[in-house]
């Protein structure tokens, strides 16, 4: 079904606001007979930073994939100091998931990317524990275990890097991954982690929060999804949601509970992520509709 | 607060969908030297059909408020076949609110006013009921009594009707109004009059939704807000949210939960439609952002 | 991990109300030695009815699981006039689920099953479509294919509900399977058939819910999860959610964003019929704690 | 509405797990003929704690007003090590109301007041800003200024502390009141300050809570309501609940949203501690159904 879809380009682009910056951009694409199939801006007023994406046809368009960067840079980017990426539809975008030993995340991505629902590519499933090796054999991915100690783990991560390289892996999905990923790797692919995290940020950053919300006797628990930056949990947030908890609620039950939000807030950040809907700037994520 | 925003024009559209009619709308204003605050545009693929909201300031603008309609009508909406209408952020909507014997709605949009987020007037309440007329004076409010029976229901409605028009009443609030308003009234104020009803539409139609809700045993109960249309409980629908309920409620508790949320999506749809971000078209409500 | 938990009995019953029915049967239990786990009770005061669910371990109780049932019968249930079962935690329900085209359910609940989280045995998945085939062989369940025609109707239930004989099948869950089922099959599993239909009930009943809410203009989608009676999408609910939509919404993202709350609506569902907390009365059910 | 009701007796308890606690208590009251209307009840595995609300007719009941807690101490309190109160529904609380410059929280518990929605007396709001004595006015409370200084504040708060003295207060709600209440007026009342807080506790403590989310780019936004303790903002959360926001959200949008949830959560918390259903343990509210 995805395969049918008319091919189009993605362009998203932020820079300092000026007047006619939509204008200029939607002239740029018509005047080259581009059809707009989706477009959507933003203006943020405190720090006057104007946000497009821009998506359209390129049957019938006028450039050729490879002459729209550059047209694009000469006559709007350059001039109006855009920070800008261009996307095409038909480059399906290659995903590695990071797993421990919990498996409801990583079902979900898969159920999805097994019906249909996320158009990526999965070469390979990383795990630090072989206990998701049967559940990446059940979808046939590749699964490669890599168990982290102390001792290793900068070793570790340098074979973890090497494979996300050579499988070209664009961008990588932290399924409920309980270790730290190192600076160096996470310079390597700059808001193209995406990581799960069991609580709303920046309530219960860190370790075991069912266990903090618990104590703290919360009524409502959540997950937030997030780019990882070198600050723990600190990263700039995709989404989140919630579920209601009560006084009945153990550590356990919540984090039973918790798990539903957990899929959920992932899969939508990953298929905004997918769908080239994201653009991170200052610490915070636009998405676009 | 409100008063020291800069006086902005506002303009709604709806036209055949084409290429290029961001561009050319926004470029309209930018032209004039337009500073635009606020862009939201969408099409509907399945009518081929685009809908955009516009606001601008108008200081700086080189059009007076008189120049923009014809101009705009003449290079743009004339050739592009456009339904739009152009408002002013100075011209305050003067709103009439008509109400029964229940409160919980009255009170939440008079708070709203009298704490200054609702930038309406309200010249008038009307009641078919007595009970209201307190809440009416505690805010300094006309209250006008028109009880309604079967005999009388088409007089009162011409007084009620000359009570609008003598007070320029610009859009009407059924703040749980429990009386089925005539197709002749309605006729005077197409997508100006809303209603709150207590279900989440279409789910419940007419008397009684809770106990109906109660009935059927359902676990979520909900309000929307819609413009109220020759059809019963029909109209376009605006805005709609839900709480849960379990076993343990009567139609007593629905009734009791269901206030808070009838109360707040009725404010949203009031909010919505007094800052121009509301427009219908085929039955539906587009809210813009 | 849910093998370790020490065995419970379970108990459900639903009476007139009288005096005294909360004591009576905590004090048959205690007065037996038994630890008390889970105790939840419920009177309908408009119909003047006793509900109550409550749940001990059977380590140390001084009646065998054969003496539970006569000795309750005879002190409490004859007496009082309870319709009520009797259940323990090692006796795993045997669930059947049947599909149509569409994966998102099926994996849903598949993935929970084989991640421990769902205490039942599946030993059958019916389809009346070839597609869930390779989804039950990934988790290596015998899928049977029957077909459906308005010829063969009869025919293949009769196949249906022999398999389900056959293997001893408790509750059959259907996961969007896309079929109306007949009142014989109904009528041999009463209560016991969970269906997840993508409207929040009673709103869009029959095909094509989500066209029919995008045919209206809705600003929330949901589901549905009831116990399937011989009225189509009339049965007694067990669990609704729901999730926004807006104007930018088609049909088809309706779907897309539909599935997300349908599957956890329906796993939901089942979990609460699993862990025996549901009961159904007078076309509600009471979902207890 | 509410005073053709029968007068209830309320009996909250919390001790030491043991066996048999429901059938004692529902067995002391039903022995005298109490007609039971609502019980709940909560164990506590992690901390062995039993807790239990039980609510009973008064007509017909054999022990007067006087004797209940004599005789409930005797045969059950004390041997069970019982934490208990009793409390008579026509009993009406007397609650005042503190507040600073923000009418929303304020005008929604005056028009729940003033609907009969909320069975309490209101013999006074106190103020340490003059914003809000004209409300105070609209519906007829006494209102008192206590503006407070860092020079005068020990001083104001022992009139504030006298004036709830002289007008029999049972409890205090922090309408939005921008203070912080020092550690004497606190054990004045115990689990008796309810204040709402603009955030989903523990995230956003202290100050600007909606400039702290805006900052950290949240995708939701909310308000806690607690039982205020001798720390900031860490006293046991009673009722939480969230906003969707997004990159479009200022500050200011955020502030004007978020008045919304913190009315409705505040407005929640009240009436549970009214209909005595709260219970506070360990730093958490147990909220009875």
Redesign the interface.
């Given at each position: 079904m995805e395969k049918e879809k008319p091919v189009t380009a993605i362009l998203r682009i932020h820079c300092p606001d000026q007047?006619?910056l939509?204008?200029r951009v939607?002239?740029f694409i018509?005047r080259n007979n581009g059809?707009?199939?989706a477009?959507d801006?933003?203006?943020?007023?405190?720090e006057s930073r104007f946000?497009m994406r821009i998506e359209w046809e390129l049957d019938g368009f006028e450039l050729t994939k490879e002459q729209i960067a550059p047209a694009f840079q000469h006559a709007i980017a350059t001039p109006c100091h855009m920070v800008w990426s261009l996307d095409f539809s038909d480059r399906i975008p290659r995903m590695a998931i990071m797993v421990s030993k919990?498996?409801?995340c990583l079902?979900?991505l898969l159920?999805?990317y097994?019906?249909g629902?996320l158009p990526v590519e999965i070469p390979i499933i990383v795990g630090n524990h072989e206990a998701m090796a049967e559940?990446a054999k059940?979808?046939d991915i590749p699964f490669h275990l890599l168990k982290i100690t102390k001792e290793n783990k900068a070793e570790q991560e340098k074979i973890q890097m090497k494979l996300m390289k050579d499988n070209n892996i664009d961008f990588i999905v932290l399924a409920r991954y309980m270790q730290i990923i190192s600076d160096d790797f996470i310079k390597a692919y700059p808001n193209r982690i995406i990581n799960i995290h069991h609580s709303?940020?920046?309530?219960?950053v860190g370790a075991k929060p069912y266990h903090q919300a618990y104590n703290?006797?919360?009524?409502?628990i959540?997950a937030t999804s997030h780019y990882v930056t070198a600050d723990l949990d600190a990263g700039?947030?995709?989404?989140?949601?919630?579920i209601?908890v009560?006084?009945?609620d153990?550590p356990e039950t919540m984090v039973?509970k918790g798990?539903?939000v957990e899929k959920?807030v992932l899969?939508r950040a990953v298929e905004a992520h997918v769908a080239r809907k994201t653009l991170v700037y200052m610490?915070?994520?636009?998405?676009f509709?």
């Open positions: 007047r006619g939509v204008a939607t002239d018509q059809n707009v199939v477009l801006q933003h203006t943020d007023k405190i946000f919990m498996s409801h079902y979900d159920a999805r097994q019906g629902e559940v059940q979808f709303t940020l920046p309530a219960f703290r006797g919360v009524k409502l959540g700039p947030i995709i989404e989140q949601d919630i209601r009560s006084h009945h153990t039973q798990k539903d959920i899969a610490n915070k994520t636009v998405v509709n």
